[in-house]
Structure formats: structure tokens, C-alpha cells
Nanobody, 116 residues
Framework: VQLQASGGGLVQPGGSLRLSCTSA????????IGWFRQVPGQERDGVAC???????LYAPSLDGRFTISIDNTKNIVYLQMNSLKPEDTAVYYC???????????WGQGTLVTVSS
């Protein structure tokens, strides 16, 4: 299984980006999908997750700035990021949950840089 995360880039503080997680191998709607981020030298942190039943969870530190969603017709899970801050700078990854609810397949990551 391969997941692809895309949509990263350079954005000014206060700006927005929308990340996409796609797969040519699986239907994303059949799995829990999570977004994570990692700053070099630090641990990877969970950002948001979407269950197969549509339940959404977010890291409390985000203060409602990010939204996870799915477009079933396009087989894409999005992470809409608004009011971006320099501390949101990281490599963002998407991942799918396996049968034991652990995240067992990961995309390659997309870099988000928030800077003026």
C-alpha cells in the first residue's frame, strides 16, 4: 500500500494550505486516516485523524485551525490548515490504520514552511 501526501509549500504566517493524502492502492474511506507532523530532531506528533465512521479528532494545540475531511469520489483525505503559524512548520505525513488500529502505512511526507 502506498500513500502520497502533497500540497506542502511556503506560506506566510496567517495563511492557509490544504494538504492531500491519496492512494492508488486502497479506498481511503475504508480505513482510519491520520495526519501527523514532524520537526527534524523532534518526535512525530499527531495532528488529526478521521475514522471510517466520520469521527474526527484533532490535537488540542491546534485551536480549531485545521480541518480533516475526505472526498470519497476522488479518494483524497484533506487537511485544511488555516491561520498558520511559524510553529506549524514541519514535514506532514498521512497514514492509514491497520486492523489493530495502529498506523501501519505511511506516505512520504510533504514539507510545510510557515515564514515571512
Amino acid at each position: 500500500v502506498q500513500l502520497q501526501a502533497s500540497g506542502g509549500g511556503l506560506v506566510q504566517p496567517g495563511g492557509s494550505l490544504r494538504l492531500s493524502c491519496t492512494s492508488a492502492d486502497i479506498s481511503l474511506a475504508e480505513y482510519g486516516i491520520g495526519w501527523f507532523r514532524q520537526v527534524p530532531g523532534q518526535e512525530r506528533d499527531g495532528v488529526a485523524c478521521l475514522s471510517t465512521g466520520g469521527h474526527k479528532l484533532y490535537a488540542p494545540s491546534l485551536d480549531g485551525r485545521f480541518t480533516i475531511s475526505i472526498d470519497n469520489t476522488k479518494n483524497i483525505v484533506y487537511l485544511q490548515m488555516n491561520s498558520l503559524k511559524p510553529e506549524d512548520t514541519a514535514v506532514y505525513y498521512c497514514a492509514k490504520q491497520g486492523a489493530n488500529n495502529e498506523y501501519d502505512e505511511w506516505g512520504q511526507g510533504t514539507l510545510v514552511t510557515v515564514s515571512s
